[in-house]
């Protein structure tokens, strides 16, 4: 399985992205998917996740009500609605996937497979 992220940019604050992660490999519909970012000088983050029902969407909480996260199976993509953004939304966005899972935990060690970064930059 291979994912690739893009839709990263720089856009002001208060400005919307969205980030697209095309998955590559068979059985995209069974995988849970998340979004995770890193800043320059932090570790990896959740953001969210969609399990592969699409049925469940844990968020971080600095994103909630901001972010929405979707997938497409018949695309075999997911994207990331960033509404309202913030200059610490600032990162490297990576998508990943893990198999045949339905719950709210997606700790980085969980992920089976991960892609690409996208770079998002907001300014002030």
């Known amino acids: 399985v291979q994912l690739q992220a893009s839709g990263g940019g720089l856009v002001q604050a208060g400005g919307s992205l969205r980030l697209s992660c095309a998955v590559f490999?068979?059985?995209?519909?069974?995988?849970?998917l998340g979004w995770f970012r890193q800043a320059p000088g932090k570790g990896r983050e959740f953001v969210a996740g969609?399990?592969?029902?699409?049925?469940?969407?844990p968020y971080a909480d600095s994103v909630k009500g901001r972010f929405t996260i979707s997938r497409d199976n018949a695309k075999n993509t997911m994207y990331l609605q960033m509404n309202s953004l913030k200059p610490e939304d600032t990162a490297v966005y990576y998508c990943?996937?893990?198999?045949?899972?339905?719950?709210?935990?997606?700790?980085?060690?969980?992920?089976?497979?991960w892609g690409n970064g996208t770079q998002v930059t907001v300014s002030s």
């Open positions: 969609i399990s592969w029902t699409g049925n469940t969407t």
């Open positions: 990943a996937a893990r198999g045949d899972y339905s719950g709210t935990y997606y700790p980085e060690w969980a992920m089976d497979h």
């Open positions: 490999g068979p059985t995209f519909s069974r995988y849970a």
